[in-house]
C-alpha cells in the first residue's frame, strides 16, 4: 500500500503560479504511474496530468502550456508546477498512485484545495 501526502496549495491571484508536491511513503514509488487529479465545487473528479515510471506524461487540454508534472524518484517526490492559473483551476488537488496510464490507479491522497482568485 502506499500513502500519499499532497502540499503546496493556497490562494492566488488570476495569472500567478504555485507549485503543488506528493510525497510517498514506499520505496517503489519510481515503479508507479503518479497522476494529479482535481475536484471543483459541484463537479466530478478529473483529469490533470500523469507521469510514467519511464518519464513520459500526459496532460489534460485544459493545463497543456500552462502546468508541467515532474517526479524525483530519490526522494519519492511528485510534483505539479502550475502556471498562468485561471478562476476554472480553482479545486481539490489530488495525489495518484497506480500501475497504468489508462485510468486512476488505487492510492489517493487527501487532497490540498487550489484556489485562484480573479
Known amino acids: 500500500q502506499v500513502q500519499l501526502v499532497e502540499s503546496g496549495g493556497g490562494l492566488v491571484q488570476a495569472g500567478g503560479s504555485l507549485r503543488l508536491s506528493c510525497t510517498a511513503s514506499?520505496?517503489?514509488?519510481?515503479?508507479?504511474?503518479m497522476g494529479w487529479y482535481r475536484q471543483a465545487p459541484g463537479k466530478q473528479r478529473e483529469f490533470v496530468a500523469l507521469?510514467?515510471?519511464?518519464?513520459?506524461?500526459n496532460y489534460a487540454d485544459s493545463v497543456k502550456g500552462r502546468f508541467t508534472i515532474s517526479r524525483d524518484n530519490a526522494k519519492n517526490t511528485l510534483s505539479l508546477q502550475m502556471n498562468s492559473l485561471k478562476p476554472e483551476d480553482t479545486a481539490v488537488y489530488y495525489c495518484?498512485?497506480?500501475?497504468?496510464?489508462?485510468?486512476?490507479?488505487?492510492?489517493w491522497g487527501q487532497g490540498t484545495q487550489v484556489t485562484v482568485s480573479s
Open positions: 514506499r520505496t517503489a514509488f519510481s515503479m508507479y504511474v
Open positions: 507521469i510514467t515510471s519511464s518519464y513520459n506524461t
Open positions: 495518484n498512485a497506480g500501475d497504468t496510464r489508462l485510468a486512476a490507479g488505487p492510492y
